[in-house]
């Protein structure tokens, strides 16, 4: 069963006996379990070595060579072909020795010496093999056939022989005349030759049979010698030779090289003259035996002139001859034919067997303490490069409180798949809904949640890629979840994010509309699925955003949300790529800058700290 090819099998041994169970790996077992499937399991049956043992996915049987009391772990690896295709091919090497000489060269590397050596064996033996195989499979066919049509003749002469005797003796007719002796030599001589005929026609469709399925041609050239067709003969050492040039090509280069294409094109040259040369072989005796039938037919027409009895004579001691000489002519070819079958040689031969060096090919000791030393130096270097190259990011919270006086409100970790999403509504109980809960608390803490008035929260960060979408909308989630009204409203229109992340589809009016004052308050405000939560998309990229958050309507546009609302939540720009978020921080109670670990740079703490400083000598 292909389910079990590639599987790993214990054989634990028992008292008298043993037990098979398959072995999976924890990864596996772990997918299997995810995706609810099955494993593949074997009963812990006990068996007795020497007997086949049957299972949904196998047959076995196991020989046991010699006691052993720990568990034996073996591989099912497939059929033959998966053998060679996974485990063989990788280690087999075989090329020519020089491009003017045919000789090719088989290596093939294991770990255990015998068997690269039994390997290396068998692959030569059953090359040397499949060339006889493939020389011998047609002269079996032409022998065959002879053999059948000796022993129809050899019945037919006995038959004749018979019936001329007694045709003799019953007419008293001792010696033919001289007129009937010459038409049963003509006519003997055109029966042997019409037989002779049908043998190469049997021959000739059995090489056109051949030719259609095969692609070796070599195996051919017996029946060919059978024919006397020397041209076809001269054709395919032709194709043997150039086959050898294209072979001993491949060995350097690929198919596509132009010697090889221009060979291949001659091979198929060559292969087409072949296959016309037998088509026309066969049309000229098919014609051969039209003509002697006609010949035939003539001759019996005047044998008809004669008288009867002597007729008859003529018929019979006819039928003896060819019968007589067919006879001879097919235990020649039968003897011809056995001696071409024993001669039979295979075109390669084995000129030095295989053999193991005593020490080992590879892997080459003193070349891979060189490799690691140097491989050791190189990585070293990498290590100090990228430690070199990381030290300018924030690598903790000390880093920030070592450059900034400004509280730390929180930190929140990032989700394995890095995507963003509403994960304190998928899950509420998991320690990222929990981290905007303390997240939640330490800024309604700082904002003195004494007062009424709606607080304004700007959520930004230094440069794109540290969070700063995710944190906005879930920060709004949590706000929600605890019963504030909330709207989050996306004011950075250089890359919208805010209403992908709410699944909004559908935006006529947004906030790049209002600006321009193309829409109204009302419209540009859309709810989403949850209770007291609404959101002021950005529905595409303006061509001028920088110009739009510079309008009179947005301190507008806050001043009438606050009415209306518990807490706005600002989704800004980086300040650290983009000027736009100091322009909207003066409209916020809270500026909250995200700092990503490993990945945010020191650089941007120290524009942090002057604006900071900054705004506390403005106010």
């Given amino acids: 069963n292909s389910k079990i090819i590639g599987k790993k099998i214990i054989l634990t041994p028992q008292k008298d006996g043993y037990t098979v169970q398959l072995k999976h790996s924890s990864i596996k077992k772990m997918q299997y379990k995810l995706l609810g499937k099955p494993l593949l399991t074997l009963k812990k049956q006990k068996f007795n070595y020497n007997e086949t043992i049957s299972t949904k996915y196998f047959r076995l049987k196991i020989n046991k060579l010699s006691n052993f009391k720990e568990p034996i772990k073996f591989k099912l690896n497939g059929d033959h072909r998966y053998i060679y295709e996974k485990i063989i091919k990788k280690s087999l090497n075989i090329s020519q020795v020089e491009k003017e000489v045919s000789i090719i060269k088989i290596a093939y590397k294991d770990n255990i010496r015998k068997r690269a050596i039994a390997y290396i064996d068998s692959l030569t033996d059953s090359l040397v093999k499949e060339s006889v195989k493939n020389k011998t499979e047609e002269n079996k066919k032409v022998l065959e056939f002879i053999n059948q049509e000796l022993s129809r003749t050899k019945d037919k002469l006995k038959k004749s022989e018979k019936e001329l005797e007694r045709y003799r003796i019953s007419n008293k007719v001792i010696q033919p005349s001289v007129q009937a002796s010459t038409f049963i030599k003509e006519l003997s001589e055109l029966d042997i030759s019409i037989s002779e005929n049908r043998l190469k026609e049997s021959i000739v469709e059995n090489l056109i049979k051949f030719v259609k399925g095969n692609y070796n041609l070599d195996s051919i050239a017996p029946s060919?010698?059978?024919?006397?067709?020397?041209?076809?003969?001269?054709?395919?050492?032709?194709?043997?030779?150039?086959?050898?040039?294209?072979?001993?090509?491949?060995?350097?280069?690929?198919?596509?090289?132009?010697?090889?294409?221009?060979?291949?094109?001659?091979?198929?040259?060559?292969?087409?003259?072949?296959?016309?040369?037998?088509?026309?072989?066969?049309?000229?005796?098919?014609?051969?035996?039209?003509?002697?039938?006609?010949?035939?037919?003539?001759?019996?027409?005047?044998?008809?002139?004669?008288?009867?009895?002597?007729?008859?004579?003529?018929?019979?001691?006819?039928?003896?001859?060819?019968?007589?000489?067919?006879?001879?002519?097919?235990?020649?070819?039968?003897?011809?034919?056995?001696?071409?079958?024993?001669?039979?040689?295979?075109?390669?031969?084995?000129?030095?067997?295989?053999?193991?060096?005593?020490?080992?090919?590879?892997?080459?000791?003193?070349?891979?303490?060189?490799?690691?030393?140097?491989?050791?130096?190189?990585?070293?270097?990498?290590?100090?490069y990228i430690h070199n190259a990381i030290k300018d990011k924030i690598r903790s919270v000390e880093d920030i409180e070592s450059e900034i006086d400004s509280p730390i409100y929180g930190t929140i970790p990032a989700l394995k798949d890095n995507i963003a999403r509403l994960d304190v509504y998928t899950n509420p109980n998991a320690y990222f809904a929990e981290s905007y809960r303390t997240l939640r608390t330490n800024l309604q803490l700082s904002l003195n949640r004494e007062d009424s008035e709606c607080k304004v929260i700007l959520v930004s960060s230094t440069i794109s890629g540290e969070g700063k979408n995710i944190t906005a909308v879930n920060l709004s989630a949590i706000f929600q979840?605890?019963?504030?009204?909330?709207?989050?409203?996306?004011?950075?229109?250089?890359?919208?994010?805010?209403?992908?992340?709410?699944?909004?589809?559908?935006?006529?009016?947004?906030?790049?509309?209002?600006?321009?004052?193309?829409?109204?308050?009302?419209?540009?405000?859309?709810?989403?699925i949850y209770k007291n939560l609404n959101i002021i998309p950005v529905k595409e990229s303006p061509s001028n955003p920088s110009e739009l958050i510079l309008s009179a309507r947005l301190p507008?546009?806050?001043?009438?949300?606050?009415?209306?609302?518990?807490?706005?939540?600002?989704?800004?720009?980086?300040?650290?790529?983009?000027?736009?978020?100091?322009?909207?921080?003066?409209?916020?109670?809270?500026?909250?800058?995200?700092?990503?670990?490993?990945?945010?740079?020191?650089?941007?703490?120290?524009?942090?700290?002057?604006?900071?400083?900054?705004?506390?000598?403005?106010?």
């Fill in 224 to 384: 060919l010698m059978e024919l006397d067709e020397k041209p076809t003969l001269k054709l395919i050492s032709i194709l043997q030779d150039t086959q050898l040039k294209r072979d001993g090509l491949l060995a350097d280069f690929t198919e596509k090289h132009p010697d090889v294409k221009a060979l291949e094109s001659k091979i198929n040259l060559l292969r087409n003259k072949i296959n016309l040369n037998i088509n026309n072989l066969q049309k000229q005796i098919e014609q051969k035996s039209s003509n002697l039938k006609k010949l035939k037919a003539s001759y019996e027409s005047e044998l008809k002139t004669l008288p009867i009895k002597e007729r008859k004579l003529i018929n019979i001691e006819r039928d003896y001859e060819v019968s007589s000489k067919m006879y001879n002519f097919l235990l020649k070819k039968q003897a011809e034919n056995e001696i071409i079958q024993v001669a039979t040689l295979s075109d390669y031969r084995v000129i030095d067997k295989a053999y193991s060096n005593s020490s080992p090919v590879s892997p080459k000791s003193k070349i891979i303490i060189i490799v690691f030393i140097m491989l050791g130096l190189i990585i070293g270097i990498i290590i100090a």
């Fill in 481 to 528: 979840m605890a019963n504030y009204k909330v709207i989050t409203i996306d004011l950075d229109m250089r890359t919208p994010t805010v209403a992908k992340l709410f699944n909004m589809e559908t935006i006529s009016a947004d906030i790049s509309s209002y600006l321009r004052e193309e829409s109204s308050m009302e419209e540009i405000i859309y709810p989403t």
């Fill in 556 to 619: 507008q546009l806050i001043k009438e949300l606050k009415k209306s609302y518990d807490y706005i939540i600002i989704n800004s720009t980086p300040f650290g790529a983009i000027t736009d978020t100091k322009h909207i921080m003066k409209f916020s109670d809270i500026n909250l800058v995200l700092f990503r670990e490993d990945y945010s740079k020191k650089i941007f703490m120290s524009k942090l700290k002057s604006m900071i400083e900054r705004d506390r000598v403005e106010s």
